[in-house]
């Protein structure tokens, strides 16, 4: 992977950075680098106005380059506050290396942020024999939970389906069932990590026009990607984030199917916006529909059983708590980071709070025992209510339990039933 002042190499020992061409300084850690340098994970590389970082390295994990996911969390965190800060852009960059047989095999994962220059870098041109890349940009823009989800895994697959529980949701599954007949281009509008892409891929489907062509608004060459569209579907992300031109052109396409999501509808150009009129969808945050952590934590569990070949992996009884007390954020995409986690760095199948992510445990110790135990008990009692419809007298029969003390301890714990639309 090349680019101006220095190149990066995947070799068996790891990943190697040298320093190429006349284009400045290049600095590993802010020491100048003037020879090829084997990178650890957690290493910094900086030039002209670009950062690129090191942060897993598969390759001979016995000698320790792998950096722990904990310690990702708040880095990430961090980089990401920085690009939101500056204007900028953060971008994740796979490198595949191949090994004996052929066979690629996962070598180096990089983050990347600074200019279109960084970013360009970063899912560079020009490989290695042999050598295969794919650039990440967040589903929803300069977002870590996203990114730090397909870190440890949790990417979406391409049949993967919305969780649906509340009312609220399975009008807005109506709604898009009722958009794509209709044809109309559709703007999915809400918060980062509330599933707006996993939704647009589902409204695809449900067009049945043939395959999409995806273009993320904030990442390097999408506009030029808008000029020559021949595929019968666009699916555009964070078209706010696309230069203005670029939604110009956007707003005339002709294509048959154009689906786009986004956080700030307010930074579209008119033109687009009128586009996108009659087909706005807001997708709520996960704490308006909290009948649906129970589920999505559960589908996500077994998702993650399969794929770690974990059967028996489980939350235990405070881990559980903390996990549905949550408020959560950051939304789905940060709950299936959490869970990716906590199967990646538990011992034995039984997930504990200490982990789960930082947030959660700290959580945990500001609740103290009075609070874990009210936790608990809103864990269970939702997860009774949900089970049955949210029938109180039948959740109460279940729990073996009078009505009136469910009815209490809702209000006490201040769970209440989902709105129908």
């Not at 190429?20 to 020491?31: A, S």
């Not at 100048?32 to 598969?58: E, H, K, N």
């Not at 967040?138 to 989800?149: E, R």
């Not at 700290?362 to 936790?375: D, I, P």
């Amino acid at each position: 992977m090349t680019g101006a002042g220095v190149e990066l190499r995947v070799q068996a020992e790891g990943v190697v950075a040298r320093p190429v061409g006349e284009g400045g300084v290049v600095r590993l850690n802010e020491v100048q680098l003037t020879s090829p340098m084997l990178l650890r994970s957690g290493d910094q590389l900086a030039f002209g106005g670009c950062s690129l970082t090191l942060v897993r390295v598969s390759a001979l994990p016995w000698l320790g380059l792998v950096r722990p996911t904990w310690q990702l969390e708040p880095w990430l965190e961090a980089v990401v506050a920085r690009a939101e800060r500056r204007g900028g852009t953060v971008a994740l960059s796979e490198v595949h290396a191949p090994t004996g047989g052929g066979v690629a095999e996962e070598s180096a994962v990089l983050f990347a942020l600074g200019p279109e220059a960084c970013l360009r870098l970063s899912g560079g041109d020009t490989a290695a024999p042999g050598e295969q890349r794919r650039t990440l940009f967040p589903q929803d823009g300069a977002h870590a939970p996203a990114l730090l989800a397909h870190v440890l895994g949790a990417e979406d697959g391409g049949e993967e389906l919305p969780v649906v529980r509340e009312p609220v949701m399975v009008r807005l599954a109506q709604l898009l069932e009722h958009l794509a007949r209709l044809r109309v281009p559709v703007l999915l509008e809400g918060e980062a990590g509330v599933g707006k892409a996993l939704w647009a891929r589902r409204l695809l489907q449900l067009y049945g026009v043939g395959p999409a062509l995806t273009v993320a608004g904030a990442a390097p060459g999408a506009a030029a990607k808008l000029t020559s569209v021949l595929a019968p579907a666009l699916f555009v992300e964070d078209v706010d984030r696309l230069p203005a031109e670029a939604q110009e052109t956007l707003s005339t396409w002709q294509g048959a199917v154009l689906v786009g999501t986004t956080r700030r509808p307010e930074g579209m150009v008119p033109a687009l916006a009128g586009r996108f009129a009659h087909g706005r969808v807001v997708v709520p945050p996960l704490r308006d529909r909290p009948a649906e952590l129970t589920a999505l934590v559960e589908v996500e569990l077994g998702r993650i059983r399969e794929r770690l070949r974990r059967p028996g992996l489980h939350l235990d009884a405070q881990a559980r708590a903390l996990v549905m007390a949550d408020a959560w954020p950051g939304n789905v995409d940060a709950v299936k980071a959490a869970l990716w986690r906590a199967a990646r760095v538990a011992v034995g199948d039984g997930v504990r709070p200490e982990d789960l992510p930082v947030r959660l445990r700290e959580e945990g110790v500001r609740l103290g025992v009075a609070g874990a135990k009210a936790a608990a008990e809103k864990a269970a009692l939702l997860a009774a209510l949900v089970d049955a419809g949210w029938n109180v007298a039948e959740a109460s029969r279940r729990m073996g339990v009078p009505r009136r003390t469910v009815v209490h301890r809702m209000s006490v714990l201040g769970l209440r039933r989902p709105q129908q639309s």
